[in-house]
Every structure is written in structure tokens, then in C-alpha cells.
């Protein structure tokens, strides 16, 4: 089973997102609305995903994720953010960030960012 993990301030705007994902046998998805919450969860749990909000609770997430990735470097993350994919790529180089999802994803999204997991797992054998 994966743990997906969803961060956002604002989790109403993902119920596609989430739902997509929910009904995906062999997900489990944990809502948490900052990076003080999954930086607490993942010092107990199994994190395999987390998915960050542009905005979390508690600041921005690519401020966030810089030091989460280096805490947990085997945690794929994901971010939503409305910058130019290039611009994106450069900002976030070096992190580990798996995948730029829309400010919005809805269940198309979801379903890209699984198939996207299913080929990095194939890929180290998992």
C-alpha cells in the first residue's frame, strides 16, 4: 500500500484530486494542512508520497520542501505551483521533486501522478 500524503491550507479545493486518488486500490491518503504536521507525522509513520499544496498552513512549500527533502530524501514529493514548467524546473532543481501538478489538479492529474509513481517503482524494482 502507498501512503499519499495531501498538504494544503485549503483541502475543499482538491476533492477531485482526492477522490481520484481514494479510489485507487492500495492508496491510503493522509490530509494534513501544514509542513509542521507532516514533518511530525513522518518521524511515526510511513510516508511513501506527499503531494504539497502551493500555499501550506504554514508558508509556502517550496520553502517547505527544500528542507523536508533533505530530512527525508526518500519520500517522493510532488508540488502544485502555476509557475512556467521551466522556470519551475529551475527553482526546484537539485530537490527531488517527482512531478509539477496544477495549482487545481483535478482527477486527471491524479491519475497521470499514479502512473507516474507505477513507472518509478518499476524502475527500482519495487
Wanted: with cysteine; charged share 25%; hydrophobic share 50%.
Amino acid at each position: 500500500m502507498s501512503n499519499i500524503v495531501l498538504v494544503a491550507g485549503d483541502l475543499a479545493a482538491f476533492d477531485d484530486f482526492i477522490a481520484e486518488l481514494s479510489a485507487t486500490e492500495g492508496v491510503d491518503i493522509i490530509k494534513l494542512s501544514s509542513g509542521s504536521e507532516l514533518l511530525a507525522m513522518v518521524e511515526s509513520e510511513k510516508v511513501d508520497v506527499v503531494v504539497l499544496a502551493e500555499e501550506l498552513g504554514d508558508g509556502p512549500a517550496l520553502s517547505f520542501v527544500e528542507g523536508f527533502i533533505k530530512k527525508q530524501p526518500l519520500v517522493n514529493c510532488a508540488v502544485m505551483s502555476d509557475l512556467e514548467h521551466d522556470k519551475f524546473h529551475e527553482e526546484t532543481e537539485g530537490l527531488g521533486i517527482f512531478m509539477q501538478l496544477p495549482i487545481s489538479p483535478g482527477a486527471g492529474e491524479a491519475l497521470e501522478m499514479l502512473k507516474y509513481l507505477q513507472s518509478i517503482d518499476a524502475l527500482l524494482g519495487s
